[in-house]
């Protein structure tokens, strides 16, 4: 899920500020290396978290 979601993120966010430009593939590259390696802790810090509150508040059906 992280991997997806960075890829996604930084590829719209460099596209946004940087347009399509001769270095884009190479500038999406280094900001996802940036962005993988902590979108990958949050969602292994704060999963359980968000696991939980979805759990109250959508109820599991039987």
Known sequence: MSLIL???MTLWVTYINLG??????????????????VAWIVSFLFGPLVTQLTLKIVPVSD
């Open 6 to 8: 960075s890829l996604l």
């Open 20 to 37: 399509f430009t001769a270095s884009f593939f190479n500038d999406w590259r280094l900001a996802f290396m940036y962005a993988w390696p």
